[in-house]
C-alpha cells in the first residue's frame, strides 16, 4: 500500500462494517498494520483480519531562497520534508536588517522560520525581507548606532558606537582591569601642544582628532619613545594614549575585521548620549554627581564598498 485506503462501513444485505487498526497514529516509516473488520447485520456478526503492508510515502517539495539583493543565501535552494522543520534560514545583505523569509515579497504572505513545520506539497520560493539600519539598531561590529547622516556621502552614514565589553586588557591607567565596562585610559601626555589641532567639535571630527593624537605621540622622541619612557615627559604619565587604544583596536565579526575605530569629538559624544543613554540604550558610567562619563570609542560604521 502506498496511498491512503478508504474503508467501506456498508456490506451487501444490509450489512455495516466497522473497523479497528493496531496502529492509531499517523503512519511514518514502512511496515505492517492489520486491521480488523467486523461485519454486522442484527444480533449476528463476524470478523475478519486483513494485514496491510505500508510503503511510507515521503514529500520533499523543493524551497528556492530568494535574497532580495542580499548575500547568494546558502543553499540557494533546499529540500524540505513534510511534517518536519525548515531548518537553518540564513543570509545578509551590507548595511541593512535582516527581518527573515517570507512566502510573499516586499514580507507579505507567511513568515517562515527555521522552526516553522512544512505544510508545503510542491516548490516553493521564500523571498527575504530587509529594512534600513537607523538609530539604537546594532552595526555591523554589534555596537549601537547613535547617529544617521541620513544618506550615504564620503563613503558612509551611520556611527557606531563601541560595543558593550570592548576592552580586553588586564589593566588600564588605574591599575588591574577587570569586568566589561570602558577602562580608565590616560589621555596622553601632560600639556599636549595643540599642533596638530585635535579640538575639532563637529560629527566627523572625532577620526581626524584621533589620528592628530596618535601621531602626535608617534613623534615624541625629545627624552625617548613616549610610550615606553613616559615618566621622562612628566612623572605622571603612565605612556598609555586613549586614541592610540581607540585607534590600535578591532574586532572580528562572521570573518570581517573592523578596525577603524577612534574617540569621538564633542558633537559626536552629544549624539551618543542623546540617542543612546537617554533613550536607556548601552552602558554608561555616571560621576559621582549622577552625570554619565561617557568614555568611549566609537567607528564609521556601514562603509560603502
Sequence with gaps: ??????????????????????????????????????????????????????????????VTFDAQEGTTSEPVSKDVIYGELYGTLATTKDNYIFEGWWTQNNGKGTHIESATTVFITSAQTLYAKWRERTVGDFGQARGYIFYDKGEYTNGWRYLEAAPYGWYKGDTDSRGLYSGDNDPHIQWGIDDYLDDPPVTATAVGDGETNTANIVNYHDSLNTYGSYYTNPTA??????????????????????????????????????????????????????????????????RITDTLQ
Excluded: H
Design 1 to 62: 500500500m502506498t496511498q491512503n485506503v478508504t474503508l467501506s462501513t456498508f456490506g451487501d444485505n444490509e450489512t455495516t462494517i466497522s473497523w479497528e487498526s493496531n496502529k492509531n497514529d499517523t503512519i511514518t516509516t514502512d511496515g505492517v498494520v492489520t486491521l480488523t473488520a467486523t461485519i454486522s447485520k442484527g444480533e449476528v456478526s463476524e470478523t475478519k483480519v486483513f494485514n496491510l503492508t505500508v510503503k511510507v510515502y515521503v514529500c520533499t517539495p523543493s
Design 233 to 298: 615627559y612628566s612623572e605622571s604619565n603612565d605612556g598609555r594614549v586613549a586614541a592610540k587604544v581607540c585607534a590600535e583596536y578591532s574586532v572580528d565579526i562572521d570573518g570581517i575585521t573592523y578596525d577603524d575605530w577612534f574617540l569621538p569629538s564633542k558633537e559626536e559624544l552629544n549624539c551618543m548620549y542623546g540617542n543612546l543613554e537617554c533613550n536607556f540604550l548601552g552602558t554608561f558610567l555616571l560621576k559621582p554627581t549622577g552625570v554619565p562619563r561617557i568614555i568611549s570609542m566609537v
